[in-house]
């Protein structure tokens, strides 16, 4: 019913940088929260940073003064500008968004299928 579409993932050296974008589709009457979350090869998936509507954000310690998340509410989409990169951020990056179909009916939490970063000399 929701599509989200992620775009951005690559491979990069570190202290190099990378622009994550994702960009929500299909029935989405509206987006509430957004956000950015990764998950490594045996380990759980954990939050990296989210930005609600009005553009308040939070972020996983280990990202803060590196990540930043920003989002463009008229075209549905979440940005994670990605700086000082270290092997450790190496891990799939999956978007969600919080949205609601349409009015009165409940808000569901909705994922993209994940782009790969890899950070690596």
């Known amino acids: 019913q929701v599509e989200l579409v992620e775009s951005g993932g690559g491979l990069v050296q570190p202290g190099g940088s990378l622009r994550l974008s994702c960009a929500a589709s299909?029935?989405?009457?509206?987006?509430?929260?957004m956000g950015w979350y990764r998950q490594a090869p045996g380990k759980q998936r954990e939050l990296v940073a989210g930005?609600?509507?009005?553009?308040?954000?939070n972020y996983a310690d280990n990202v803060k003064g590196r990540f930043t998340i920003s989002r463009d509410n008229t075209k549905n989409t979440v940005y994670l500008q990605m700086n000082s990169l270290k092997p450790e951020d190496t891990a799939v990056y999956y978007c969600?968004?919080?949205?609601?179909?349409?009015?009165?009916?409940?808000?569901?939490?909705?994922w993209g299928q994940g782009t790969q970063v890899t950070v690596s000399s």
């Open positions: 969600n968004a919080n949205a609601q179909v349409r009015p009165g009916t409940n808000y569901n939490l909705y």
């Open positions: 299909g029935s989405a009457f509206r987006i509430d929260t």
């Open positions: 930005i609600s509507r009005s553009g308040n954000t």
